[in-house]
């Protein structure tokens, strides 16, 4: 029997905030929707955002989803 592969979900939020004139997490959370703990949260690895908020993001910063968010394959 193969073994299962796992896939993660990385991001690149913070760099994103910090190339829109050093976005702050408030600031963001409040443009998306969300608290700043989520911001927090989704920048840790902690939290997988829901496809809305993926989408909300990504439109905030005027980029394709997969410019923020990357699936990678673990084994």
Same mark, same amino acid.
């Given at each position: 029997?193969?073994?299962?592969?796992r896939a993660?979900l990385?991001?690149?939020?913070?760099r994103?905030r910090?190339?829109?004139?050093?976005?702050?997490?408030?600031?963001?959370?409040?443009? @998306?929707? #969300?608290?700043?703990?989520?911001?927090?949260?989704? %920048? &840790?690895?902690?939290?997988?955002?829901?496809?809305?908020?993926?989408?909300?993001?990504?439109?905030?910063?005027? @980029?394709? #989803?997969e410019?923020?968010?990357?699936?990678?394959? %673990? &084994?």
């Amino acid at each position: 029997m193969a073994a299962r592969e796992r896939a993660e979900l990385t991001n690149q939020i913070r760099r994103f905030r910090f190339e829109h004139d050093e976005m702050t997490q408030q600031m963001l959370a409040s443009h @998306v929707g #969300v608290t700043r703990q989520t911001i927090i949260a989704l %920048e &840790s690895g902690k939290y997988s955002p829901s496809l809305a908020l993926a989408l909300r993001i990504a439109k905030t910063f005027d @980029v394709p #989803v997969e410019e923020i968010f990357q699936l990678t394959d %673990e &084994s």
